[in-house]
């Protein structure tokens, strides 16, 4: 899947497509498909928001000279341009590879660096089936996905493991709320904060937990009865967590591999193997702590 992306439309009677924009594997690409219509792309334009200089052009049949030089009224300016094919379908008629028709798509790879880059598209194309023929495309305000929202906790333990003889190191037990009758005196995330493992890992620390020491964490979410059971468990690899990054990184990799077929082997699931489920408002919530050192 793409790392970013970045999305641009184009419309026009007869004639509409989409640019997809997108970083993969530390190169960048465009896709560019046709959901109208018909065109032979020859040339492609990429220019950021900051008016810096004169415009780069192909010239000749593929410049983007007029009406591809603005966006919505306003100058803008060009920073690259690639030829795709000269105009005209030429003895391959509409099996030209430059040609597309609804559905088809076609992939640039972009000489960029970032996708700051490009704040707008420009397409020079012939044959098409607009009025004119050919159009010199200009889009901009491209569609930018949302990140989405990190997942959320109701309780997380960060378990120091065991030692030679098998008895229990400790660990520390932190809760997304604090409950009304906190007999245990658990830890919860301050008031406001949202609870993202990021967050319980910055809170393990001010608490004075040692990274370095945590051998699994494992994470408690409520149930559709609103009880807090086990859901799942991250491993650290031999030697321990190096750091808060390599943990983070462990738990975006254990996220992701729920999705897919083939799960992190330092993640295991633990929904066949849940433990005692205790309502949410059940003050015994951290009995299983009592011989555990509670940083």
Do not use: C
């Not at 030209?96 to 704040?119: H, R």
């Amino acid at each position: 899947m793409p790392d970013q992306t970045k999305i641009f439309t184009y419309v026009q009677n007869g004639l509409s497509y989409t640019v997809t924009v997108y970083e993969q594997g530390g190169q960048f690409f465009a896709d560019i498909q046709v959901t109208e219509g018909a065109m032979d792309v020859n040339a492609i334009y990429l220019g950021d928001d900051v008016m810096s200089g004169s415009s780069v052009s192909l010239g000749g049949a593929l410049n983007m000279n007029g009406a591809g030089s603005l966006y919505e009224g306003e100058k803008i300016q060009w920073d690259d341009a690639i030829k795709i094919s000269d105009p005209g379908l030429g003895p391959d008629g509409t099996d030209k590879d430059s040609y597309l028709t609804q559905g088809d798509t076609l992939t640039v790879e972009l000489d960029i660096d970032s996708l700051e880059e490009v704040d707008f598209f420009g397409i020079r194309a012939t044959s098409t089936t607009t009025d004119s023929g050919s159009i010199k495309g200009v889009s901009g305000d491209p569609e930018e996905p949302e990140d989405p929202d990190d997942p959320t906790h109701d309780k997380i333990f960060f378990d120091y493991g065991t030692d030679a003889s098998g008895g229990p190191l400790g660990g520390v037990f932190i809760l997304a709320e604090e409950p009304d009758d906190n007999v245990f005196q658990v830890p919860s995330l301050p008031e406001g904060t949202e609870p993202t493992f990021e967050n319980y890992v910055n809170y393990f620390e001010e608490l004075g937990g040692d990274i370095s020491s945590v051998q699994s964490v494992v994470f408690y979410d409520k149930d559709a009865d609103g009880n807090i059971q086990e859901s799942f468990e991250i491993t650290a690899p031999e030697g321990g967590f190096a750091d808060s990054a390599e943990l983070l990184d462990a738990y975006n990799d254990a996220i992701a591999a729920m999705g897919t077929e083939e799960a992190d082997p330092g993640l295991e699931f633990m929904s066949s193997l849940t433990t005692e489920i205790i309502p949410e408002d059940d003050p015994v919530i951290e009995d299983e702590e009592d011989d555990l050192e509670t940083v």
